[in-house]
């Protein structure tokens, strides 16, 4: 079946380390992945996102990378801050172009001052 | 300036009600959808709707009935409410297509509680 999934339910780290969140997939016709995070009482935004030919993409103290041959993306938080407590979530697009994003089941990061 | 805005936020219902959540996005996007978040925060896809035509119809109960009568609105229609229908419902919208225009925009979300 498709499937999206995160290791951790739960990371916890402190405040100023460095965080890193993965994820597996199944869908090897995926060709493209995001990750959003999700505050309380919100909806899921974007943070970064990675197409399947790439394996490191850089933003602004984010980074995701792809590993293809095992299905895992994860996604490295420099420095973290109490305001990138949430929950994150990975998500794939299959290449049926519909559109369509498959989740996974969301990573809560609590950071600690 | 909201960009997929939906209402209400919240929703309160006894079961056997019928409700509907409204949903519209600012974004000139094609193609807007309905997600449902659980209780463990799994979110999966409903519905998928491209220039007012249904393309995603995830297996859901056809209790739930999605209308949109322009592509900037898909609002979510749901009879005969039952308790395990109570999770948060968002709307989301994309360009549509692969790679980047499957990157969705999404609301506020509506947490429907049914007692």
């Known amino acids: 079946g498709e499937s999206v999934g995160l290791h951790l339910p739960t990371l916890s780290v402190q405040e100023g380390d460095n965080s890193i969140i993965n994820c597996a997939y199944s869908?090897?016709?995926?060709?493209?992945f995001i990750w959003y995070k999700q505050e309380s009482g919100k909806g899921p935004q974007f943070i970064i996102d990675i197409r399947s030919n790439m394996d490191k993409r850089q933003g602004q103290r984010v980074t995701v990378l792809l590993n293809k041959t095992v299905k895992h993306l994860s996604l490295q938080i420099a420095a973290t801050q109490p305001g990138d407590s949430a929950v994150y979530f990975c998500?794939?697009?299959?290449?049926?172009?519909?559109?369509?994003?498959?989740f996974g089941q969301g990573t809560t990061l609590q950071v600690k001052p | 300036d909201t960009a997929v805005s939906q209402t209400p936020k919240y929703l309160v219902t006894q079961m056997g009600n019928d409700k509907s959540i409204k949903c519209e996005q600012n974004l000139g996007h094609d193609t807007m959808y309905w997600y449902k978040q659980d209780s463990k925060k799994f979110l999966k896809i409903m519905f998928s709707?491209?220039?007012?035509?249904?393309?995603i119809n995830e297996t859901v109960p056809n209790r739930f009935s999605p209308k949109s009568p322009d592509k900037a609105h898909l609002n979510l229609h749901i009879n005969s409410l039952e308790l395990g229908d109570s999770a948060v419902y968002f709307c989301a919208s994309s360009q549509g297509g692969t790679g980047r225009r499957a990157e969705a925009f999404f609301g506020q979300g509506t947490r429907l509680t049914v007692v």
């Open positions: 998500a794939e697009a299959p290449t049926s172009n519909t559109g369509k994003l498959i």
């Open positions: 709707y491209n220039n007012k035509e249904l393309i």
């Open positions: 869908n090897s016709a995926s060709d493209y």
